[in-house]
Structures are given as C-alpha cells and as structure tokens.
C-alpha cells in the first residue's frame, strides 16, 4: 500500500504534463481521454485506499538533511486525507467531465491549455492534503493558488480577467505568507516541520482523534502557540475566501464556469477548512485562535448572504453562497465539531457543483448571459437543467429530504448543543443565515426559471446541454438528493457514517446533545422553507403565479406596491457594494501603493538609476568626443601636440630636478 499515496498524486501531475508539451497538436480525442482520465484513475485508487482502509505516512525520501535537521518527502493518507481525497478526484473528476462538453467550441491549442490547467489543479489539491509535513502543505498550497491564477485568467484576452486572477493571487499570496511564518513558529516551538512528532508533543504522545478527551494533558495558555494557530488562520481564511481576505471570490467568477465549480465545490475554497481540521490538536489547545476560526465563520455566513440577496449576475449569487456555506464549516470546526464540518463540506460539494454546472447549462443555452433577470421561463424549456437546478437550490436552503438539510442542521445543532453562551450567539448568526439563504435561493431559482421568458432574453429558444454535460449534472442531482442518508443524525437517529470513519483522525463531539435540538432543527427548517417561498411572492408578478392562494400572503406581506430596494435604497446602494470592502481595500492599500510606485519610478527608477547609467555614457561620450578633437588628419597639429607634450614632460624633468 506503500505506492498508493504516491499514483494517486502522480497521475494528474502526469495528465498536466502531457498536455502541457505538444498536447494541443494531437486529436482532440487525446485531450479528451487524458484530461477527465488521469482524474478518474486518481478516483480509483482513492476508492481502492478507502474500501481496504488505507492508513499510511510513508517516506520516500530525505528532500533536505542538515545536522540533526530531517524534512522527509512523505504522504499521509490517513482517514482525513481519503476523505478529502474522495471530494477531490470524485466530484473534480465530475467537473472535469463536464468540461469535455462545456469547452468544445475552444480551439484545440486553448483546449489542452483548459485541461492541463484542470489537471495541475487537481494535483496541486491533492498534494496540499496527502503532505505529511507543513513544508509540502506550503508547496500544495502555493500551487492551488497558481493554479487558480491561471485559470481564473484562461480567457487573458479579457482585461477583467487578468484584473481578477491578479486579485486572486495577491490575496493568496497574502495567506502563502501566513502559512510560511506560522510554519516557522511550529518549527522554533518543537523543531519538527513533520506532523507527527509536532501532533505528539501537543497532544501527549497519543495521535487517535477520539483521544482527544477533555482529561487528556495538553499544552494550554502558550502565546506561542497561539501565535501559530492565528498565522494558520491567516492562511486559511484568505484561502477559504472569509473575512477579511474575501474579496477575490466573487471575481475569480471571470473564469469559464467548470472552473467555478471546481473551486467552489471540490477545491480551493474548502482548503482552508481542512487545514484546521488536519491541525485540531493545534487549535484545541489554542482557545483564542479556535474562538476567531468560529466568529470570523459565522460572521463571514451572515456577511455573504446578505450580499447574496441582491446579486443578478446567477454566478455571482453561487460565489457569495459559496462564501457563506464556507462560513457554516468554519463555525462547525472553531467550535471543535470537526466531523460535521467535514460532512458540510462533503454535503457542499455535491450541492454546489450542481449548481454551478447547472447554471452553466443555462449560460452555455443563453449565448453566455449570466444576468438572471434576463433568463425567466426555463422551466418549460430546459426542464431537466430546472430540475437538477431546484434539487441543488433546495439542498443548499436545507430543505429534507436533501443532503444539505442533515449537514447544515448537524452543524447548527453541534453549535446550538455546546454548553456555552458563546455558541449559542454564534448559533443565533447561522440561524439568521439559514433564513436568508432560503430567500436569495428562492429569489435566483424563480427570477431565473420560473415565470414568463423575460423580453431581454439573448435566445427566445433555447436548448438544452449535451449528454456529457447533463450526465455529471444528473450524478449530482443523485448524490445530492440521497447523500444525507450518510449521516441523518440531526434528525436524532439513524447513521453516522461520516462521524465514524473520521472518528480516528478528528474525532467526536464531546458535548451531549441538547433536548431543544430537534426542535430547533424543525424550526429552521420550516423558516428557511417559507423563506423560498416568499421569494416566489415577491419576484414572481401576480399575473403568473400559479398558487393563488399565496396572492393574499403577498398582500400582507408587501403593503407597498414597490420593491423592497425602493423603500430602503442606502441599504440596497450597501449591499450592491458589498459593503465596501473593494473601495476600501482601494483607498488604504491599492492607491496608496500606486503613489508610492509612481514617485519610484519617477524618482528612483527615472532619476537614481536610469539617470546615473545615462548619465556615465554621456560623460564618456562626450568626453569621446573632445578626444576626438585631437585626430583630425593634419601633421602639423600631431607635432603640435608631440611638441607640446616634449615641452611638458621636460619641464616637469626639471621641476622634479630642483625641487
């Protein structure tokens, strides 16, 4: 089993490499068999490692030996890793399938590019979650954030491209530097970069996640440490897209959409919350930094969903969900119930990349209209894109009998449960958030499929994906629709396969369930629900409503005839502008810093350097040029001068003589 970890990494390095020598002059056949294949080869040897309970840390080599220093080249597939690894190569390889389809009008050349770039991806996720040491988990982490550069900017011939990849990676890079000086930290505290020596000095001596018992000795209060988790954190959220280092998700939207789907739903953005999963025993001696994971999760989820309310552009709405369902596994994770964060992440990936993929359908039918209001009447026309489209809407509002309902009501039920007044405010932020988050779903599926064709439309006829763009979609549709039945534990009873087979890594809550937590559960339910349909009241005319028996609702519910927005536009002009935070981000950082490089290199680049280099050749051009003087061809002046130059010297002969 020792290679296992190993070909499931190499065989999307090998895909990339091969499409990224001559690959766009072969058939298109080759880019089409290699780009999903190697993914779904990866796959299989992750459900190899996953039914035979692969449980490995092994080295293949030494990469650096200096004194008593050792950094081994070593893959942990652990529980976790096989988890993650699941996520990545299943739903990736989903993705990078639909893409087959979704790319056919690229040329050849920018075809390969598209899937060595997909390829690259997936390797570089792969080996941020299979390093067994915090120097790779750097490597790994760097490369998602090239990766998602360039595909973000695939299409580079679009200024607004470049301007968001550049963003993308500037914000990255920003958490790159956290995980490099917190990795620092760690080493200076326990001079080990390798997870197992660091997890065992902090955990004393035992590594199994259902040992970390509330008796078990631990380091506690180190200012250190704490230091360390707060760095991580830095990586993390600017990964993971949550407050403040956020501002790159909705514009890495520029990207073609498989490459949304695959950020959002299998990649880049659950990063963030695997690396506090992979360093709990860090952070369950850190009491601050796992506090913040908590707070800046749950502010993050109400923060994104407000926004989210009035998006128009359909991708946009995604990625401020994106954030916000991120913000829900941050909360679960900063409050120590690891597995339900984990299976909101599973549950997530299932959900959202239906979405995305289904949204693409529509933009791929739309003559690549991504504006909502000019969609309207889907539902007669695309009926089994509409169709995957509500399954994925009423899973992320949590609707029963769909998998996001059994993760997202086991994340608000671990924070609701946990003894403490802390949880129970940060409980009260994710309820808020689920209720919204019924509403702007609502509010994008009926807008976009429901109601009369809007007069804007770009095609009066539209039609529907091909086959290997719907079968990705309807995989999802499934999985989405029955993925809950791994864990229905927030109904109280049932299975707990995901908390089980994490159980050995992260471990279990430790906190019994609350009495009031079913209860709770049917409460959120029933309001996130009404939430949907109260968007259907307010964005669909009365005129083509079908429920007439919720006209009355609408009456009470909106006693005036104009919009919401109308009546509160400082709040609307707020949220259009997502509170700012790009302006600001502008006035503090961006112009501040454009100043400063514009007096560089008017008045260091310009004046020091170009200056001083001019400024010697003009000197000794000029100086050329009286020296030239002296060569003019004439005897009389090169006796001149050999005179001149004999009456010198002998003169200085004879001041040297009597001096």
Request: some cysteine; overall charge neutral.
């Amino acid at each position: 089993m020792n290679w296992l970890p190993l070909v499931i990494l190499l065989l999307p390095a090998a895909g990339g490499a091969l499409l990224a020598g001559r690959g766009w002059r072969w058939p298109r056949l080759v880019t089409i068999v290699v780009g999903p294949g190697v993914i779904w080869l990866a796959f299989l040897g992750v459900l190899y490692g996953f039914l035979t309970n692969v449980n490995v840390d092994q080295t293949y080599w030494t990469w650096i030996r200096s004194g008593g220093f050792d950094l081994p080249f070593n893959l942990l597939l652990d529980h976790l890793s096989l988890f993650m690894c699941l996520v990545i190569t299943g739903v990736g390889g989903l993705i990078v399938t639909y893409s087959v389809g979704y790319m056919a009008h690229e040329e050849d050349a920018s075809y390969a590019r598209f899937f060595c770039y997909m390829d690259v991806f997936v390797f570089s996720m792969l080996l941020l979650v299979l390093a067994g040491n915090f120097v790779f988990l750097i490597v790994g982490w760097a490369l998602v954030g090239l990766s998602s550069y360039l595909l973000i900017g695939f299409y580079y011939w679009r200024l607004s491209a470049v301007l968001a990849a550049r963003k993308a990676f500037v914000m990255n890079v920003i958490g790159d530097i956290g995980m490099i000086l917190g990795t620092f930290v760690v080493f200076y505290q326990f001079h080990s970069a390798t997870y197992q020596p660091v997890f065992l000095k902090l955990t004393g001596g035992r590594l199994c996640g259902s040992c970390m018992t509330p008796d078990l000795p631990r380091m506690t209060d180190s200012p250190v440490l704490e230091l360390a988790a707060f760095l991580f954190l830095v990586g993390a959220i600017a990964k993971s897209a949550q407050l403040p280092l956020h501002t790159w998700l909705p514009d890495a939207m520029e990207g073609p959409t498989p490459v949304s789907a695959l950020i959002h739903a299998a990649t880049m953005v659950t990063a963030g919350v695997y690396l506090v999963g992979r360093l709990h025993p860090l952070y369950d001696v850190t009491p601050y930094a796992h506090n913040a994971v908590a707070v800046i999760g749950a502010v993050t989820a109400l923060f994104a969903a407000t926004i989210a309310i009035v998006q128009v552009d359909i991708k946009r709405v995604l990625a401020y969900s994106t954030m916000s369902q991120i913000g829900y596994m941050f909360l679960a994770v900063g409050v120590g119930a690891y597995s339900a964060g984990f299976f909101h992440l599973l549950s997530h990936a299932f959900f959202k990349a239906l979405l995305f993929m289904s949204a693409g359908n529509v933009i791929h039918a739309m003559d690549d209209e991504q504006d909502m209001r000019r969609f309207g009447g889907l539902w007669r026309q695309l009926r089994p894109t509409s169709i995957a489209f509500l399954i994925g809407s009423l899973a992320l509002v949590g609707i029963i009998p769909f998998v996001g309902f059994f993760s997202k009501e086991l994340v608000l039920g671990a924070v609701f449960s946990k003894p403490d007044s802390f949880s129970f405010w940060l409980w009260l932020v994710g309820f808020g958030t689920a209720i919204l988050t019924g509403f702007y779903t609502g509010r994008m599926w009926w807008i976009s499929f429901w109601g009369a064709p809007s007069a804007a439309r770009p095609v009066a006829v539209p039609h529907e994906a091909p086959r290997v763009m719907l079968f990705p979609v309807l995989a999802l549709a499934v999985l989405s629709s029955v993925g809950g039945l791994l864990q229905t534990s927030a109904l109280g009873f049932g299975p707990r396969l995901v908390e089980d087979y994490l159980d050995p890594v992260v471990g279990r809550i430790r906190w019994a369930a609350s009495d009031l937590e079913l209860i709770v559960t049917i409460a959120t339910l029933l309001l996130a629900g009404a939430a949907f349909l109260f968007a259907y009241l307010m964005y669909v005319p009365r005129a083509e409503r079908r429920a007439r028996f919720l006209d009355r609702m609408a009456e009470l519910a909106m006693a005036h005839p104009e919009p919401w927005s109308a009546r509160v536009p400082r709040l609307q002009a707020l949220l259009e502008h997502k509170y700012y935070f790009d302006e600001l981000y502008a006035r503090v950082f961006v112009r501040p810093l454009d100043r400063l490089a514009r007096w560089g290199d008017r008045s260091v680049d310009r004046t020091l350097i170009d200056g001083s280099l001019t400024g010697v050749a003009r000197v000794l051009e000029e100086g050329g040029g009286s020296l030239s003087l002296a060569e003019n061809g004439y005897l009389r002046s090169y006796v001149l001068v050999f005179v001149a130059g004999a009456v010198i010297a002998g003169l200085v002969v004879l001041w040297r003589a009597y001096s």
